[in-house]
Structure formats: structure tokens, C-alpha cells
């Protein structure tokens, strides 16, 4: 037997927009990297040899700001990766379920079950 049976019947949905956006994720990873990096090259070469204190703390600043810029870019870019992900596992072919043995399948409740809790206003 295998683990996963197909649904015999089942019409897989069409690809969408989270094709496009999964397809483009690498690269506006790469993009939101390497722009915080590639401005900070540019302001540590283009920084003076001898900096005040307030001009160091600025720039130390400015660092930790890229840092945290590109922390939150991951993060960002890995949230929709898994909502691309989920989107595309749920529009894909559907899969039988093994059977589960009932506990009062051989003697079925006859009627409607009710709540006790609903009888009560």
C-alpha cells in the first residue's frame, strides 16, 4: 500500500501568483542583501582617517540600522516563502486519507446526537 493515495478524480487548481512571487524571491533576497552591505562599503571608504567621537557613533549607528535592515528583510522574504509554500501544497493534487476504525462503528447512533449543553437556555 502506499502512503500516499491520489483522489481519484480530483482537478488540481492552476498555478497563480504564488508562482511568481516563489520565482522571484532569490533575487529580491540577493537585491535587499547586498543594497544595506553595498551602502555601507560606500560610507566606510568614504569616511575621513580621523573621525570625531560623534561621527564614529554615527556611524556605528548607521551599521547596526543595515544590520537590522537586512535581519528584517529575511525575515520578511522567508514569511512569504512559507505562504508561497502553503499555497502551493493546498492547490496541489489531494490525497486519500487512511481509513480510521470508529469506536461504535459496528453499533451507529441511531438519530441526531445532542448537547446537553444546548438543551439548557
Known amino acids: ?8 478524480g480530483f482537478q488540481r487548481s492552476p498555478p497563480g501568483l504564488e508562482w511568481a512571487i516563489w520565482k522571484r524571491l532569490p ?12 551602502v555601507m562599503m560606500l560610507v566606510w571608504w568614504g569616511q575621513p582617517a580621523d573621525l570625531s567621537h ?21 525575515t520578511l522574504v ?4 512559507i505562504g508561497c ?17 470508529l469506536s461504535h462503528s459496528d453499533y451507529p447512533v441511531q438519530g441526531p446526537v445532542r448537547d446537553e449543553r444546548s438543551l439548557n437556555p
Open 1 to 8: 500500500m502506499s502512503a500516499f493515495n491520489r483522489l481519484p
Open 27 to 38: 533575487s529580491i533576497l540577493l537585491i535587499g542583501t547586498l543594497l544595506p552591505g553595498f
Open 54 to 74: 560623534a561621527a564614529e557613533r554615527d556611524f556605528w549607528v548607521l551599521a547596526y540600522m543595515a544590520i537590522g535592515f537586512v535581519i528584517l528583510h529575511w
Open 78 to 81: 522567508f514569511t512569504v516563502a
Open 85 to 101: 509554500a502553503i499555497v502551493m501544497i493546498m492547490k496541489g493534487p489531494a490525497y486519500v486519507a487512511d481509513a480510521y476504525p
